[in-house]
């Protein structure tokens, strides 16, 4: 967000985001396909560039 000048608010106001959304995105929580769709969208950047896989320990 800080690369493409991108805020919170702006999320929010200009894009539609729910605040609950970007809360889960910074506590890494789980999120829908569909928000990382959004963010992706509006950031113009690829799944990777905003998330990483972590495998679960068994």
């Known amino acids: 967000m800080h690369e493409k000048s991108v805020t919170q608010y702006a999320l929010i106001k200009t894009y539609g985001v729910s605040p609950a959304q970007i809360t889960r995105m ?3 929580e789980s999120v829908s396909t569909h928000t ?16 990483t896989y972590i495998r679960d320990e068994e």
């Open 26 to 28: 910074k506590r890494d």
């Open 36 to 51: 990382i769709e959004m963010f992706c969208r509006i950031l113009d950047c690829q799944p990777g560039d905003i998330m």
